[in-house]
């Protein structure tokens, strides 16, 4: 990609290209974060120039940088694979550079690499929420919003450098477009899940089906779980629905116990039990956050137990179409909590 001109409010000029990592660019890989984050970074791996090497040359997190005409790198933004989508991530600007509108061409850029894999199923991001600058200009590629992953980082020891921090854990917002997959197939949901799916398949332009049968849960569920015992936050995949579903998820959160451990919850709602399993989970304190569409060759809804950690959901810095969402979510919050409005 040639040069462009970018131009700040102060009608200063730069020129700078977008272009795939070589291995030179780690240490201003590393820069960028330490000038954002300092040293408090979630990815803790990030700090290493070797692993970021070998992220890359592994294909699992590729990284993209913006380069100055004089050859210094300014700005990153990483694709990584999630199923059969792939993520925009780890998007950072130097500081001194943010006034030029740079992080929409760049973006624009990621995405056109993202179409230009074959089989690519959607380009997906999940964003923070202490700002909505990234939820804009997601929105200008065309991403729709789909979820919440509330309660995932604990602030305390996540630096950065727009403002305090309203919530003891910070919530990540999740947006999509497809690329390739039109169709999400047939869904099994709960009729009080209907209008807000059909709300938001219906932005992404796909074709679905919604099933509302509360099938009984039989044979054995298939089921993993990750901790982060840093962020104390747990990750539930829930693959295929059986009876001994709550009894797997009690195990699960019997394991992790820490003062402010979480659980999000990611059920296949292609699934025939999942709105049996849906009921089950809101019996053991999980509320509904969203969904994950076309991510992979099954359709998820994120739910999520706060555990002791309280969600202020009205500090979160939304767009109007993310305030929607909000609003949804938060019913189900508060029901969950016993909170009246």
Do not use: W
Not at 225 to 250: F, M, Y
């Amino acid at each position: 990609m040639d040069y462009i001109n970018l131009t700040n409010q102060d009608n200063q000029s730069i020129q700078v290209k977008f272009r795939a990592f070589e291995a030179k660019d780690a240490a201003a890989i590393v820069n960028l974060i330490r000038d954002e984050y300092g040293d408090k970074y979630h990815k803790r791996a990030l700090y290493d120039t070797d692993y970021i090497i070998r992220q890359n040359n592994l294909g699992e997190l590729n990284f993209h940088v913006a380069e100055l005409s004089s050859g210094e790198v300014i700005g990153c933004l990483a694709l990584k694979p999630e199923g059969t989508a792939y993520s925009i991530a780890t998007g950072i600007i130097l500081k001194k550079y943010r006034r030029y509108g740079m992080f929409f061409p760049f973006a624009k850029y990621i995405a056109a690499q993202i179409r230009k894999i074959k089989n690519a199923s959607a380009i997906y991001c999940r964003m923070i929420l202490y700002h909505n600058i990234t939820q804009k200009l997601m929105a200008r590629l065309g991403l729709k919003v789909c979820g919440f992953v509330p309660s995932l980082i604990l602030a305390q020891s996540f630096q950065h450098s727009y403002g305090k921090e309203d919530n003891l854990k910070l919530t990540l917002g999740i947006m999509i477009r497809k690329v390739e997959k039109h169709d999400a197939g047939k869904i099994f949901l709960p009729q009080e899940l209907r209008s807000i799916a059909e709300e938001i398949y219906r932005s992404l332009k796909l074709k679905y089906e919604i099933v509302d049968a509360e099938n009984i849960l039989t044979g054995e569920s298939q089921i993993s779980a990750a901790n982060d015992p840093v962020q104390q936050n747990c990750t539930i995949e829930i693959n295929s629905t059986g009876a001994d579903l709550s009894e797997k998820i009690r195990a699960v959160q019997a394991e992790f116990r820490g003062e402010f451990q979480t659980f999000n919850v990611f059920l296949n709602i292609s699934d025939g039990g999942a709105v049996s399993a849906y009921r089950e989970l809101v019996k053991l304190g999980y509320f509904f956050a969203g969904f994950k569409p076309i991510c992979s060759d099954r359709e998820i809804m994120i739910l999520h137990n706060p555990g002791n950690v309280r969600i202020n959901f009205d500090a979160l810095k939304l767009t109007e179409d993310f305030s929607v969402l909000r609003e949804c979510v938060k019913k189900f919050y508060e029901s969950r909590c016993g909170i009246e409005n």
